[in-house]
């Protein structure tokens, strides 16, 4: 909708890098902030382009980069009070944890939602544990949704931030309890909280998957079971029968075109070429591509038409 605000074609340059830098910020994060500052340069009077460049940048680690865009996304209007703790963290990031605290403490923190004050809740033990205040680092994630008893989308975060502030404390026992729980809540693997939970409980990993594949293969040096003898089997004269006729070779069909690729149903047509002439160094391209359904045999033209 913001976007709407400018001419057609542009805003239609800048939605391409505004995507690719979504796609590729967890995997690629430098890319995707190159995209993402591509579009800055072309709409940055834009709101949500100001948001999207600091989310960019945070993924990348450029703390005052990504503060900075957060800030400018706020006074034009688009980012909201959900981004707090990605300010919050990036101060810390930049080494000023009284700041980090400072936007904790603020009146805005009030107004998040459980998701946003759970997050905050994490920078703000982070921030105690910089400051050398450990206990104070597991006294502030002591809040209700730790003891919630059904899995909550910040439930894995809570759980591992709690469990790495215990054992950062000395109080192993129970780091190793939480680290338990986290991993169990992590369906997806997102953190480290099972090899955590190993660790002290002085347990060894082993990959099945891996070891299973190491035995299906056979050792060069180990010779195979030789095959035994079958016993002799009684031999009856043979009926005298015609010969089987061969069985037709079936022609082989080339799978390639005449350019050396696999036929496929569809085929790709390049973008049309930009007709934008605004100076970008360093932007990455972002890809546009068309799908058309590939004629069949008989709506091919002979050949020479």
């Known amino acids: 909708m913001e ?59 450029e703390w005052a980069e990504a503060l900075a865009e957060l800030r400018a996304a706020r006074r034009l209007g688009a980012g909201d009070d959900s981004y707090l703790p990605v300010m ?68 894995v975060r809570l759980f591992y931030a709690y469990a790495d502030a215990l ?25 480290d909280a099972a090899e955590r939970y190993a660790e002290l409980e002085g347990l060894h990993i082993l990959d099945t998957e891996e070891d299973d594949t190491e035995n299906d293969a056979l050792p060069e040096d180990e010779p195979a079971d ?24 079936e022609p082989e069909i080339d799978a390639t075109t005449e350019s050396g690729a696999a036929p496929t149903d569809i085929e790709f047509k390049p973008a049309e070429p930009e007709v934008l002439d605004t100076p970008e160094d360093d932007a990455p391209q972002a890809p546009v591509v068309f799908l058309e359904p590939k004629p069949t045999d008989e709506e091919q033209p002979p050949p020479g038409e």
């Open 226 to 249: 030789e095959p035994q003898a079958a016993a002799p089997a009684e031999v009856e004269p043979a009926a005298a029968t015609e010969p089987e006729p061969a069985a037709a070779t």
């Open 88 to 155: 919050a963290d990036c101060e810390r990031g930049l080494g000023r944890p009284e700041r980090a605290l400072d936007l904790v403490k603020s009146p805005e923190a009030a107004k998040l939602d459980p998701m946003g004050r759970v997050e905050l809740r994490i920078v703000e033990s982070g921030v105690r544990r910089d400051l050398g205040q450990i206990d104070a680092a597991v006294v502030t994630l002591q809040i209700p949704e730790l003891r919630d008893r059904r899995l909550r989308p910040w439930s």
């Open 3 to 61: 976007l709407r605000t400018l001419p057609k074609e542009l805003a239609a340059k800048v939605a391409r890098h505004l995507v690719m830098a979504g796609r590729l910020a967890e995997e690629e994060p430098e890319q995707s902030y190159r995209h993402a500052k591509a579009a800055r340069r072309l709409a940055s009077r834009v709101g949500i382009v100001r948001e999207a460049a600091g989310i960019a940048a945070y993924h990348a680690g």
């Open 167 to 191: 054992a950062e404390a000395g109080r192993e026992a129970e780091a190793s309890d939480w680290f338990a729980r986290a991993a169990a809540a992590d369906r997806d693997g997102d953190t």
